[in-house]
């Protein structure tokens, strides 16, 4: 799906089905692009989006949320979504990814 594979900006989501507990499979999926700013998980199970955020190659997961960012955390993407991170020290970690995950406790 072109849409899918696109680093597109805008108020855009794109949302897939997958079979029951593939996650592998989904995250194959969602890897399989040439950028990597941003993704999200929506889950009732924290472990389960803790592992997902962890294999995804997406300089910020938002979990249970999207687009909701601390002003202070590192910022940046992965692959073709720029390179290195802007803000406090990581900034200087040009050779590292790094990765922010944003949590929604509140989601039931």
Do not use: W
Not at 45 to 74: C, H, Q, R
């Amino acid at each position: 799906m072109y849409i899918a594979q696109e680093e597109s900006f805008g108020p855009v989501m794109v949302i897939s089905k997958f079979k029951n507990g593939d996650v592998d499979g989904v995250l194959r999926r969602a890897n399989t692009t040439e950028y990597g700013l941003a993704s999200g998980v929506f889950t009732k199970d924290i472990s389960k989006a803790l592992y997902i955020s962890e294999k995804l190659e997406a300089g910020t997961v938002f979990i249970n949320t999207y687009n909701k960012t601390d002003v202070a955390a590192p910022f940046g993407g992965f692959k073709q979504s720029g390179f290195g991170k802007d803000l406090g020290k990581l900034f200087f970690s040009f050779c590292i990814s790094h990765l922010t995950a944003q949590i929604n406790e509140k989601t039931t």
